[in-house]
């Protein structure tokens, strides 16, 4: 009897119904979008902002330490240390290996040219790492640092005779691409001039190799920065970044076994001999905040959502139950009582919610993926356990919507109703 009931109501006044569909599809197609592009966004804004630097820097353990003053770098200790070159593959062989979207090695030094001590820096522009599995990786400048403005070519890695300048020491020495200029009884010919807007537009930057053999440090490096993508900060972070040793046995697995950046470069550590990587919190932190203020943004619109929706839907249940209060009041003179009556108009409703639903989560796939391709030119993944959470979401709003307007049931009295005096 009451399944029969359901589907004469279903049946009946389709407009009102279509309007509750529609209003539920929208509302679960918009939540849909956003929590699929909520669960993939962190590794999509990472690898956004990853594409402007490293967020990790790893130096020489006990190296020198040195000052910048006036454009002219003051040495606090006599010896320098040095990376090896011959271990830099091990970057690639840490647990989040995955996650090391590019590095770059550079040995610095000064030579004199035109008169004046000038900055040389020796790197890779775009080479391929050998790696254990033959993985193909291609480390360098090229893609640590696209946001570079380069006029040219990079030179070719491991190339003696080809070199980039840095765009203010270019217009000081008057020189342009094509040029050559002697260094230490070595021809390098400018193929690419760069500006970088910081101190690299006054440097000549050549292959590490070459650099390597001026400066007789042949196989040698001064620092490597790294470009990983990692998750927000949180708690654990923070205590271990203080110091991971007071972690507890569980909290430091579940660290270690984190893409949080003082995890990863901690594994760098393991990896690198004699190597100290240190994280760059001001840009770590501001990934961080910056992926947490837009997944908080996506929760807020999904709340107001929830309530606009049920709006509608209780205003839609509220004029539903004023045309159907004939067969309220027959169905209370038949002696069904209010919670009866209240389970029948809500089974309506979600039935219309889970159906709404189903449409809206494929519906939504279809947009997040969309608006992840017109934001950051990728495609986005779907995240399966989105559809039940959609699904979940309908149904709350046909039951919020449903509460207030099933007051008017109980103010209803079949005699009132029956002799439309009410």
């Given at each position: 009897?009451?399944l ?5 109501a ?11 569909f ?10 849909c979008?956003?929590?699929n592009?909520?669960?993939?966004i ?14 990790i ?6 190296g ?22 011959k271990?830099i ?20 030094g ?17 080479k391929k790492i050998?790696?254990?599995?033959d ?17 040219g ?10 070199a ?6 270019a217009?000081?020495?008057n020189?342009t ?6 260094i ?9 001039i760069?500006?970088?807007n910081?101190?690299t537009?006054?440097?000549?930057i ?13 196989g040698?490096?001064s620092r490597?920065e ?17 110091n991971?040793?007071?972690l507890?046995a569980?909290?430091y697995?579940k660290?270690y ?17 004699s ?7 001001k840009?770590?932190?501001g ?6 203020k ?17 709006i509608?839907?209780a205003?839609l ?9 004939k067969?309220?009041?027959?169905l209370?003179?038949?002696?069904a009582?209010?919670?009866?009556i209240y ?11 889970v ?5 809206g989560a494929?519906?939504?796939y279809?947009l ?24 979940c ?27 439309e005096?009410?």
């Open positions: 009897m009451r029969r009931l359901v589907k004469a279903l049946l009946g006044n389709k407009t009102q119904k279509f309007l509750a529609l209003t539920i599809f929208l509302a679960s197609a918009l939540v979008s956003m929590l592009i909520t669960l993939g962190g590794d999509k804004v990472a690898m956004e902002l990853r594409s402007y630097g490293s967020n820097v790893v130096l020489p353990k006990g020198e330490m040195s000052i910048d003053i006036g454009g002219e770098e003051l040495n606090l200790l006599q010896e320098s240390a040095y990376l090896d070159e271990y593959g091990g970057i690639k062989n840490i647990f989040w290996r995955n996650n090391i979207v590019s590095f770059a090695p550079f040995l610095e000064r030579i004199d040219y035109e008169g004046k001590s000038r900055a040389i820096l020796g790197t890779y522009f775009d050998e790696l254990e599995d993985e193909e990786f291609f480390a360098g400048i090229k893609s640590m640092y696209p946001f570079w403005t380069l006029e070519n990079f030179p070719n890695d491991d190339s003696t005779d080809e980039l300048i840095g765009g203010n020491l217009e000081e020495l020189l691409i094509g040029n050559s200029i002697e230490v009884g070595k021809n390098l010919q400018i193929v690419g760069v500006k970088t910081d101190s537009d006054d440097k000549i050549a292959s590490l190799k070459f650099v390597g053999e001026l400066l007789d440090k042949k040698k490096i490597i790294v470009s990983a993508l990692t998750i927000p900060e949180d708690d654990l972070s923070v205590k271990a970044r203080r991971h040793d007071d507890s569980i909290e697995d660290w076994c984190s893409a949080y950046v003082g995890s990863i470069a901690y594994q760098i550590e393991e990896e690198y001999p190597s100290s990587a240190k994280v760059l919190m840009i770590s932190e990934e961080s905040q910056t992926v947490k837009i997944q908080s943004l996506m929760g807020v619109v999904s709340i107001l959502t929830l309530f606009s929706a049920s509608g839907i205003s249940l509220t004029s539903e139950i004023r045309r159907r209060k067969e309220i009041g027959l209370k003179a038949l002696g009582d209010n919670l009866n389970l029948l108009f809500l089974a309506e409703s979600l039935i219309i919610a159906i709404a639903g189903l449409a494929l519906g939504g279809a997040s993926v969309l608006m992840a391709l017109i934001i950051f030119s990728h495609t986005i993944k779907i995240s399966l356990i989105v559809l039940p959470l959609t699904v979401f309908a149904v709350l709003i046909a039951f919020i919507g449903s509460l207030l307007p099933m007051r008017n049931v109980t103010h209803l009295f079949p005699a009132e109703v029956l002799y005096r009410k």
